[in-house]
Nanobody
C-alpha cells in the first residue's frame, strides 16, 4: 500500500509560481510512473504531467514550457514546478502513482490563481 500526500498549493497571482510536492510512503517508489492531474470545478480530471519510472516526461499542451515535473527517488517525492501561472490553472491538483497492477491517488491540493 502506498500513501501519497500532496503539499505546496495555495493562492498565487497570475504570472506567479508554485512548487507542488507529493511524498510517497511505502517502498518501491522508483518503480512507479508518477503523474500530476488536476480537476477544475465542473470539469473532468485531466493529466497535467507524467514522469515514468525511467524519468521520461510528458506534459499536457496547456502547460508545456511553464510546468516542470521531476522526481527524487531517494526522497520518494515527485515535484511539479509551476511558473507563469494563469487563472485557468486554478484547480485541485492530485498526485498519482501507477504501477503494473496498482494505482494510488493523493487527496489533492488546491491551487488558485487570482489577482
Amino acid at each position: 500500500q502506498v500513501q501519497l500526500v500532496e503539499s505546496g498549493g495555495g493562492l498565487v497571482q497570475p504570472g506567479g509560481s508554485l512548487r507542488l510536492s507529493c511524498a510517497a510512503s511505502g517502498r518501491l517508489f522508483s518503480i512507479y510512473d508518477m503523474g500530476w492531474y488536476r480537476q477544475a470545478p465542473g470539469k473532468q480530471r485531466e493529466l497535467v504531467a507524467l514522469i515514468t519510472s525511467s524519468s521520461s516526461v510528458n506534459y499536457a499542451d496547456s502547460v508545456k514550457g511553464r510546468f516542470t515535473i521531476s522526481r527524487d527517488n531517494a526522497k520518494s517525492t515527485v515535484y511539479l514546478q509551476m511558473n507563469s501561472l494563469k487563472p485557468e490553472d486554478t484547480a485541485v491538483y492530485y498526485c498519482r502513482a501507477e504501477g503494473r497492477l496498482v494505482d494510488y491517488w493523493g487527496q489533492g491540493t488546491q491551487v488558485t490563481v487570482s489577482s
